[in-house]
Structure formats: C-alpha cells, structure tokens
C-alpha cells in the first residue's frame, strides 16, 4: 500500500469515525419512568420493581445517566400532587438527565396561564433554562368508548391548542406532541398517521407536533391499520418519540429485546427528515418481569437503540 492509499485510508477512518461519533451524540436516549418511584414512593407494585431492578432512585439514576441523556416522567393523570411531579423532575435534574413529561390533555382547560392548566409547571418554569432548553410534554388525544369521532377530534384540537396558545402567549419553552396511538377499540382520532397529522395542521402552532409512537404503529401495521411506513408529511412533524417492542400475542412496551418492532427502518425515516428530538423508551416492566433481569433488559434495549443510531 502506498504512503498516499495509506494516509486517504486513515482519513476516511477518521472521518467515519468521527461520523459515528456526532450521530451518537445527536442520538439523545431516554427511559419513561414512573414518577412514583422518581419521587421516591417505592410501595405501589410498578415502583416497587424499579426499586428491585435500580435500587433507590439517587442509585438509580446514576446508574442510567452513563447510559441515557433523558428520563421521561411516565404518564400520569389530573389527580396526581403537583408536588410530587416537582419533587420527580428535581431528583432527574439533580442526576444532570433532561426531563420530558407524558402528561393528560384536560377534556376543559380554564385561566389565562398555562400554570393553571398543570399547576406543577409554576415551581418548575422559573428554574428550566438552568437545566435543559426546552420541555416537551407528550399528550393523548382525547378519546370515548362510544363517542362521536368527528367531536372528539375537534375537541381535542380545540384544547391542545389553547395549551399551545398559553405558551406561545407566555414565551414559554414548553412543547406539546400528539401521540400516535394503539387501536385498542376506543373511539380515537390518533390511531391513525393522518388522524394524528391532520389534528397538529389543524392546531397550526410551532408548540405542538406529534409524538410517534414506535410500537403503537407496528402493533397497528400488524393488524392491517396502518401502511408499513408514515408518508413525509407526518414525519416532518414528529417532535418526540416513545419507543418499545412487541411481546407475545403481540403486547406492547416489551423491551427491544424481542426484535420485533423495525427499528432501523423508523430510525432512517427520522434522519431523512432530519429530526433532532428525543428517543424515549417507554417500557412496562410488570409485563415482563418474570422473563428474566428487570435490569439487564432494560440496559440491553438502551445498547441496542444506541447501537442501531450508529
């Protein structure tokens, strides 16, 4: 091999590996954690696996912070205290983890601030810019076991935009994205790629885009839904992401370690499209727990995102 072949051979290592090392980078990973046990409650049965697999959340949290950049506050309902959602997104901050929030779309939204709509937000908004640029607070639309579809579709554009239309008001750095979800039987204007589209178009804010749901879309393609892949114009507003796999008999929040859902076919659709959010991991762990390290399972479906966004 000549001096010349030789010194363009390295570059070219050099340079994909450098390559490598910026997608890693870019590629942000995150974990959907219960805000029981981030507020440190270890007594309900999902908190008290987390505590089995992580020990107490201080432990815990340092043991994912060499793995992810993000912990997402697991979904929580109206009636949760707000303060035990400040005391959950501190304990993340003082781990130095970004922190997105999976919250509920008020079926009525009352007051001029958006403090008033999630009351959890006024002890966390002042202190934010110290911790991360910006929040992103993941939604479901709203839904019915027997309602009218076209209604709750215009509901639930008529609410996510007055939460768009407070923080836009207020300049707040705060985001909402729409979940794509599971067809579960429910009346549901998000089961769908242009459900969930044709909602953020019709909200038309900068503050809201959609939330893609990996699993939620495979488990709907499976079932002959949804087409294999989502048209560009749904990518283009995916603002967050929640990721899992497909159990037995087709079960959702799996871990990745079940091979099922293509995560590099979604991921290369993202990067067309050259999306910069968050890759959450939104796993159920009662659901798998007895197939073996609540732990292992976990870390292995981080090392295997992280490895497909090489």
Same mark, same amino acid.
């Given at each position: ?143 019915? /076991?027997?309602?009218? =579809?076209?209604? &709750? $579709? %215009?509901?639930?554009?008529?609410? *996510?935009?007055? +939460? ?98 293509? /995560?590099?076919?979604? =991921?290369?659709? &993202? $990067? %067309?499209?050259?999306?910069?959010? *968050?890759?959450? +991991? ?29």
């Amino acid at each position: 091999m000549s001096i010349t072949t030789r010194i363009n051979s390295e570059v070219e290592h050099l340079k994909n590996s450098a390559e490598r090392a910026y997608r890693k980078v870019k590629m942000k990973i995150g974990l959907s954690l219960p805000s029981n046990y981030l507020s440190e409650i270890y007594n309900d049965p999902v908190s008290s696996i987390y505590y089995s697999a992580l020990g107490p959340v201080d432990s815990g949290l340092q043991l994912l912070r060499s793995e992810i950049e993000c912990i997402e506050l697991g979904f929580f309902m109206e009636n949760t205290p707000a303060e035990q959602i400040v005391e959950a997104v501190q304990n993340v901050w003082s781990a130095a983890l970004e922190v997105s929030v999976h919250a509920y779309l008020p079926e009525k939204i009352e007051g001029d601030d958006l403090t008033s709509v999630y009351t959890w937000l006024k002890s966390l908004l002042p202190i934010l810019e110290n911790h991360q640029h910006h929040m992103v607070i993941n939604l479901h639309a709203l839904t019915s /076991l027997n309602g009218d =579809l076209d209604r &709750l $579709k %215009e509901k639930t554009v008529e609410n *996510l935009k007055r +939460l768009a239309d407070l923080a836009t008001a207020q300049k707040l750095p705060v985001y909402f994205a729409l979940e794509l979800n599971r067809y579960k039987g429910k009346v549901d204007p998000s089961t769908t790629y242009l459900g969930v589209l044709d909602m953020c178009l019709g909200i038309n804010s900068a503050q809201v885009g959609i939330g893609w749901d990996w699993g939620h879309t495979y488990a709907n393609v499976l079932k002959h839904l949804l087409p294999p892949e989502p048209p560009p114009s749904f990518l283009r507003k995916v603002i967050h992401t929640h990721i899992h796999d497909l159990g037995p008999n087709g079960g959702t929040h799996w871990p990745l370690t079940c091979g099922t859902v293509p /995560l590099l076919d979604y =991921l290369k659709l &993202l $990067k %067309e499209v050259d999306y910069s959010g *968050l890759f959450i +991991l939104e796993l159920q762990p009662k659901k798998y727990a007895d197939t073996g390290s609540v732990q292992e399972l976990l870390l292995s479906s981080i090392r295997i995102l992280r490895e497909t966004g090489l």
